[in-house]
């Protein structure tokens, strides 16, 4: 018993914090391969909260839907993860008689949280298909 109440302090409660977002910015591909602000960049402002350990994303105008999480972050790696429904897609067409090739049309959308800057604040950027968001994250 001694031991567990020993190892439950030395557990950092912001390791099972969840990511309280703010989107800040929005971009768009343009053809020529540049980045530029769309004309209505609707995303900005939105707020969103991203559970560290699930995944799950919540918000009503959060720019994306829960995440499949490859890395929870630290001190020294970013907490990453990828569109759960994006992967699942992927992962069933696996065992479709088509193959793969039935996922053509879906890209690929990931959220990366810099858990290691230092401060409150730890910067996001997010991906889908040809759009990037960015903005600040905070644990709470």
């Not at 790696?77 to 069933?92: E, M, P, Q």
């Amino acid at each position: 018993m001694k031991l567990l109440l020993i190892a439950l302090m030395l557990i950092s409660p912001v390791s099972f914090a969840d990511f309280n977002c703010e989107v800040k910015d929005m971009k768009m591909l343009n053809k020529d391969g540049s980045l530029t602000t769309p004309p209505n960049p609707f995303h900005v402002g939105s707020l969103f909260v991203v559970n560290r350990i699930s995944g799950e994303v919540s918000g009503k105008s959060a720019p994306m839907g829960d995440m499949t999480v490859l890395s929870l972050g630290d001190d020294a790696n970013a907490w990453k993860g990828i569109s759960t429904r994006i992967l699942n897609t992927v992962l069933d067409s696996a065992n479709s008689p088509l193959g793969i090739i039935s996922s053509i049309g879906h890209g690929l959308d990931a959220l990366w949280i810099s858990t290691y800057s230092e401060g409150q604040n730890k910067p996001f950027v997010y991906y889908e298909s040809t759009i990037v968001v960015s903005g600040i994250c905070k644990i709470f």
